[in-house]
């Protein structure tokens, strides 16, 4: 099992960069592979960006390729999403989640509590 906490959301105008972070807790981060999921006020989850386990593959929604960036150090057991060029609806709640196998979908095991993003335009 892992524990995961968000941080690094917050306000930013159109254009901008943020970064979120996620921390895990446990010895068993470096077997999960890591995801980030948002979801907008009266919208589904929808995926954003996937890391598998090594953090050789990296998968992203075409609404972020190019834009967004996800790493993660399994040293530090974290797990990153860089954002650049931030549109308005990129507005949500990120949450970091994981799980045995890298997917590029909302069907997670072990979620975050969410941090929020919001992009003024």
């Known amino acids: 099992q892992v524990q995961l906490v968000e941080s690094g959301g917050g306000l930013v105008q159109a254009g901008g960069s943020l970064r979120l972070s996620c921390a895990a807790s446990?010895?068993?981060?470096?077997?999960?592979?890591m995801g980030w999921i948002r979801q907008a006020p009266g919208k589904e989850r929808e995926f954003v960006a996937a890391?598998?386990?090594?953090?050789?593959?990296?998968y992203y929604a075409d609404s972020v390729k190019g834009r967004f960036t996800i790493s993660r150090d399994n040293a530090k057991n974290a797990v990153y999403l860089q954002m650049s060029s931030l549109k308005p609806e990129d507005t949500a709640t990120y949450y970091c989640?994981?799980?045995?196998?890298?997917?590029?979908?909302?069907?997670?095991?072990?979620w975050g509590q969410g941090t929020q993003v919001t992009v003024s335009s």
């Open positions: 989640a994981a799980a045995p196998t890298v997917r590029v979908t909302t069907q997670y095991d072990y």
């Open positions: 446990g010895r068993t981060f470096r077997i999960y592979a």
């Open positions: 890391i598998s386990v090594s953090g050789k593959a990296t």
